[in-house]
Structure formats: C-alpha cells, structure tokens
C-alpha cells in the first residue's frame, strides 16, 4: 500500500493514505486467512508486498508440504521455484492467484504480468488457480467489506475492461471505463454488457 500511495501523490497528484488503498496481495491474504483458521503454511512466488501481507495474516512460509501455493507477479522467478510450487501443488496444497493480468504496462512496453507467471505453474500441475483479483469478484467483496461498503455506494474506475470493468459488473457494481488505456472504443463496443458511464479522461469526470 506504501508504494501505491506514493504512486499516487507523485504521478497522478492524488493523496490518500494507506487505509484508502487495496491491494491484490491484501486482498489475496485475506482470502486465503479466512479459507480455515488452522491452516496457515504457505509457499508463495511474489512480491515483497504479497510475502508481507502473508506474513500479516498469521501465515509461515513452508516450501515442501503447505496448505496453499500462493501465485502472483514476481520479478526474480527461477526455475526452482516453479519447481517447489508444482510440486507443492502436485501433493495436495490449494493453488490460489493473485490475478489473472497476462501482461503490464512499463516504460519499454507491455511486460509480462501476473497471470503469466501464474500459467506456467498451471500448466506444469494441469490444474487451474483459484484467482482473487479482477475480473474476479473475491477482491470486490474484501474491498467492500474493508471500507465497510455496499456495492451501491462506490463506482469502479478504470482502463481496461477486460479486468475493471468486468469486476465492476460481475459484483453489481456501477463502472466507469476511461479510454487512458488497455481498452478501445472498438473493444468495447463488441460487447454485450456495457460500462455504466464511459470517458476519455478523468479531467471530464464531474
């Protein structure tokens, strides 16, 4: 959340605190905490932020015999870890994603996301991941719980419909697609289910 909220203030002139932001990791160790209290041996391939939030939740890192394998966006994936994580899998522990992002925005164009690394580990164990980011509707569900929410009280904002937008509908949440980004026009109109409200730029937003 530190990094987010950084991220905000100094690129987009946006300031809020760490208890305005939710992340995929938070998110992501909240469901897996609240899967069975008894429970509480991860391995996971990720991000400082997700180990983190692991750890915050209770959880204690165990490469051989965990209860789940924990996948998201790592930028110092080895083969020994793929390794550990199949196997883990292969002997009984849960397989939970973080996102299903196959690609992200950096400044040499689009890298690799999350949900690349997460297809290797699928398709090494031949089993599919329980994923909690969007499009999915478990990270709406925890952010709505966290702020204490109902679905009608907030709009979901964002440039890419094949994950904001489709979070936003799948939870009955009103949307708001801005053409900043991932999604076109053309996208969009191939759709059956449309944004709530569609914009160029948050500057038109009133």
Do not use: C
Not at 58 to 86: I, M, Q, W
Not at 101 to 110: A, F, K, Q, S, Y
Not at 158 to 166: C, E, L, P, R, V
Not at 170 to 185: C, E, F, K
């Amino acid at each position: 959340p530190e990094a987010v909220v950084e991220n905000l203030g100094m690129n987009f002139d946006i300031h809020v605190g760490v208890e305005n932001v939710y992340t995929t990791a938070l998110a992501t160790a909240d469901y897996v905490a609240d899967l069975d209290e008894n429970k509480r041996k991860v391995y996971a391939i990720g991000e400082l932020g997700l180990k983190q939030a692991l750890i915050d939740k209770g959880f204690r890192f165990e490469e051989v015999t965990p209860d789940y394998v924990v996948v998201g966006l790592d930028y110092d994936v080895t083969y020994h870890k793929f390794e550990l994580a199949t196997l883990a899998i292969k002997r009984g522990a849960k397989f939970i994603g973080t996102n299903p992002d196959t690609n992200l925005p950096n400044e040499r164009g689009l890298v690799p996301g999350a949900g690349s690394v997460i297809a290797l580990v699928e398709r090494a164990t031949q089993q599919v991941a329980t994923y909690v980011g969007k499009p999915e509707k478990i990270i709406m569900e925890k952010a709505l719980k966290k702020m204490n929410m109902k679905a009608n009280d907030v709009i979901m904002v964002g440039d890419n419909y094949n994950t904001d937008i489709k979070a936003g509908i799948a939870s009955d949440i009103d949307t708001l697609l801005v053409y900043t980004g991932v999604s076109t026009r053309e996208d969009v109109a191939k759709e059956k289910i449309k944004p709530t409200y569609e914009i160029n730029s948050l500057d038109e937003w009133q």
